[in-house]
């Protein structure tokens, strides 16, 4: 595995982030912690400097406080983990505080969500308000700033077609294909081809 980088990024009036770079089998991913918890995960990508810009500027080396490194080694464990299969869920202390009010419904609501298992846009909005609120469903989830650990790559479209994904879909293929959901998915939408279907094989509205 390749030596991880750890920075630390100050902006004015908050307190400081640290930052942990590392090498998966999928790509490069980045993590970035703070007093209260993980802020943000950055999802693979194929070099260390594209993790670099999106985590955001201003980041230089450092070496984080003993508490934001501890979390920072511990989610970098976690993910690995998920990544090998060995893991299905995530015990990390999360700070979802950049969302609003109703962003950080819809991510408590997909958080119910279990490993090898989907759910509907449409079920999500359910959980949240109401049907009608599916398209603004999408949106919060588009704007997780945790992928993965909050998994918004479990909610699919009613059809059982994947929707959208802030990490692209090649991405969430490969992450409901190592969660054994995606040929489930791929059935369910042959199946229901040509009818209205609200939920895959293993998924609920």
Sequence with gaps: MKTVKKQRTALPGRAASAALLFK??????????GAKGIEAVVLPKPSKRAVEAALGNGIAAFSPDRH???V???ARAQMLAYFAGRRKSFLLPL???SGTAFQRRVWRA??????GRVRSYKWVAAKVGGSRYARAVGNALGANPLPIIVPCHRAVAHDA???GFSGGLATKRLLLKLERTLPLLLQ??????????????RARR
Excluded at 190 to 199: C, E, I, N, P, Q
């Design 110 to 115: 997909i958080q119910r969500v279990p490993y």
């Design 24 to 33: 998966t089998g999928w790509g490069w991913m980045g993590l970035k912690a």
């Design 161 to 163: 077609s994947l929707g």
């Design 188 to 201: 369910s939408r042959k199946r229901g081809r040509g009818r209205r279907s609200g939920h895959g094989t």
């Design 95 to 97: 700070d979802l505080s």
């Design 68 to 70: 934001a490194a501890g």
């Design 72 to 74: 920072l080694r511990e």
